[in-house]
């Protein structure tokens, strides 16, 4: 047979029909994600108002420990990231972290036992269910992708599909676990225990789907195609960087790029397409920069937003919606919004000639988050307005509207002097001794506890638009961050551009901690207090806002300069290294080009 007969049987084989990978072994992956996804969001979901109505704390105090934590599940996907890469590869990677998270899971339903919370266990288990994360988040869609064959027609556009069902399993975890989940953690089920066991048995819902992830996972296991580790750029990467600024600190650069230190063609260790890809990465850094307040303002979602929502009235007819749930209206927002935005908005953009490139739809979405934290001040000034006047225990009226992010017994000087008297009860966590025990007995009389917090006359659906604007923000910074972060490295560095911006993430959560501990300073003028009505969180909204205003002026002056990466150039980057210097390198005509770039990076 002919040479052109066999070119034309092997293109046969490549575009005829196949078993589907998409509803066959990637479905596995799928399934495994939305188990997971629910799990994550029905734990992280409800931690503020466990914070505050389990282990008492202040909404300060609580919007911290979120912030830690929430820092944290961002770090530990670098650690998950580089084990798959050197050590395990995706597949025992993903199994042993699922089964670290599980046993975190496990840990915090123990731990929050009605009557018996253990508090040291609840935060092992916390950052147990974080390190699990981390192992799962950089590597399970990746592990999906590489289920498909890109030399198939067939399995090239079903990983197209793959995404799209991938995200959506995401979203759909989500949404059941800020209702369902949700629901039970703060109003429990009255066939089992009611509200005292509310915790217990609704975080025994993310633990049980978690158990259904790890099964479903493993079922698939003979059908994977698993890769196996082949090293990691971080460390080529990390190591790039340690050479040049550090190991060979004294030596001058013959090229005044920094980082060309650590080159072999100037005496270095590495090669000189790996020092060129991380100096792509570099001209990226301050890009990450400007995506740290974003992040920030995300989070506030589940802390700010929440705390707020907590002193609206959370009423629907006479069911009572769980405070968290309000999460539901950002993920319907992004369900609804993002096909309308691929399939008609940039569509009819593009027919108009209007060019909304990478870097301006980012900066939308940067806007929006702006719009949000405005919109969220404005919602708390009117909520301010409609207000009950506050009381102590003794209004009945402020008892039976108390915040149903608060326990009524935290405010009852009684019980405050039941336990001042050695009775086996709770210390109420708003109430202080203000004269002397009489005979060792404390009268309920010398006892004074804070006003109730009280829910507005203002319904918390009027919440809706912030939710709404941060989804918006995220359709346009979130996802395109992902997309330019992406396309901006060459091949072989994508992990470090793309975990690079997972741990802006991190650094956004963790500005949020001295930004409370900042507006909090003045203690007759807290901005943030357990008594929103006693506050200024509309101004804290402000503040966030002005943040925002600020990263958007730098992330304009950034963007006016910035020429995006060739990709030919990035493609020759990947390619394997010749014995010929220049072989596989970019020109001297082009390199002096990427220089004058490269110039305000390093």
């Known amino acids: 047979m002919s040479n052109q007969g066999f070119e034309k049987i092997h293109e046969e084989s490549l575009t005829a029909a196949r078993p589907s990978v998409l509803?066959?072994?990637a479905s596995y992956i799928i399934a495994t994600e939305f188990c997971e996804r629910l799990a994550y969001y029905g734990f992280a979901g409800s931690l503020v108002l466990f914070f505050q109505t389990k282990l008492n704390m202040s909404n300060e105090d609580a919007v911290n420990q979120f912030y830690a934590w929430n820092g944290f599940v961002y770090v530990t996907p670098l650690i998950g990231g580089y084990i798959a890469d050197t050590l395990l590869g995706?597949?025992?990677?993903?199994?042993?972290?699922?089964?670290?998270y599980l046993v975190g899971l496990a840990l915090f339903v123990f731990g929050s036992l009605p009557g018996a919370i253990l508090t040291g266990v609840v935060f092992t288990a916390m950052y147990t269910v974080a390190l699990g994360a981390g192992g799962i988040k950089p590597n399970v869609s990746t592990m999906g992708a590489d289920q498909f064959d890109p030399k198939y027609a067939q399995d090239k556009k079903e990983a197209e599909q793959f995404f799209s069902y991938f995200y959506w399993s995401i979203n759909l975890g989500a949404l059941v676990a800020y209702s369902l989940v949700a629901y039970v953690c703060q109003y429990g089920l009255p066939f089992l225990g009611g509200e005292p066991w509310g915790f217990f048995v609704g975080y025994l819902i993310p633990t049980i789907m978690m158990c259904f992830g790890v099964a479903v996972f493993m079922s698939g296991t003979k059908r994977y195609k698993k890769v196996m580790p082949k090293g990691s750029a971080l460390t080529t990467a990390v190591g790039i960087v340690y050479e040049a600024l550090f190991l060979r600190y004294h030596d001058r650069s013959p090229t005044g790029f920094v980082l060309d230190k650590a080159s072999d063609q100037y005496g270095g260790s590495y090669s000189t397409n790996d020092v060129?890809?991380?100096k792509f990465v570099a001209k990226l850094t301050p890009f990450l920069g400007v995506m740290i307040p974003y992040w920030g303002i995300y989070g506030q979602t589940k802390t700010a937003f929440q705390i707020q929502g907590c002193q609206m009235d959370s009423k629907?007819?006479?069911?009572?919606?769980?405070?968290?749930?309000?999460?539901?209206?950002?993920?319907?927002?992004?369900?609804?919004?993002?096909?309308?935005?691929?399939?008609?908005?940039?569509?009819?953009?593009?027919?108009?000639?209007?060019?909304?490139?990478?870097?301006?739809?980012?900066?939308?979405?940067f806007f929006f988050a702006l719009l949000a934290m405005i919109m969220a001040a404005l919602i708390e000034l009117y909520r301010l307005q409609d207000s009950p006047a506050s009381g102590d225990y003794n209004d009945v009226a402020a008892r039976n509207n108390i915040s149903p992010c608060r326990n009524i017994d935290d405010y009852n000087p009684n019980l405050y002097a039941q336990w001042y008297n050695g009775d086996?009860?709770?210390?109420?966590?708003?109430?202080?001794q203000i004269c002397a025990a009489v005979g060792g007995v404390l009268s309920p009389a010398c006892v004074s506890c804070?006003?109730?917090?009280?829910?507005?006359?203002?319904?918390?659906?009027?919440?809706?638009?912030q939710f709404v604007l941060i989804g918006i923000s995220e359709i346009f910074a979130s996802i395109t961050s992902l997309e330019f972060f992406y396309s901006q490295a060459p091949?072989?560095?994508?992990?470090?551009?793309?975990?690079?911006?997972?741990?802006?993430?991190?650094?956004?959560?963790?500005?949020?901690?001295?930004?409370?501990?900042?507006?909090?300073?003045?203690?007759?003028?807290?901005?943030?207090?357990?008594n929103i009505d006693e506050g200024n969180l509309q101004a804290y909204f402000y503040l966030l806002a002005g943040l925002m205003g600020l990263a958007m002026i730098l992330f304009s002056y950034l963007s006016n300069g910035y020429e995006y990466a060739d990709p030919d150039v990035l493609a020759a980057l990947d390619a394997p290294p010749s014995t010929d210097a220049h072989a596989n390198l970019l020109s001297n005509t082009d390199r002096r080009d990427l220089k004058d770039e490269h110039e305000d990076t390093m």
């Open 23 to 25: 509803y066959g072994t």
């Open 316 to 365: 629907l007819g006479d069911f009572q919606l769980p405070i968290s749930a309000m999460n539901m209206f950002n993920n319907v927002a992004i369900l609804i919004l993002v096909p309308l935005t691929d399939q008609v908005l940039y569509p009819y953009l593009k027919k108009k000639n209007i060019n909304l490139s990478m870097l301006r739809k980012i900066g939308l979405g």
């Open 491 to 530: 091949s072989r560095m994508r992990s470090v551009s793309q975990a690079s911006n997972l741990f802006t993430n991190a650094l956004g959560s963790w500005l949020t901690i001295p930004l409370t501990l900042l507006v909090n300073i003045n203690p007759n003028h807290p901005w943030i207090t357990s």
């Open 276 to 278: 060129e890809g991380v």
């Open 90 to 100: 995706r597949y025992k990677t993903i199994l042993y972290f699922s089964m670290l």
């Open 450 to 465: 804070d006003d109730i917090p009280q829910m507005s006359n203002v319904s918390i659906f009027w919440q809706i638009p």
């Open 424 to 432: 086996d009860v709770d210390k109420p966590a708003y109430c202080h």
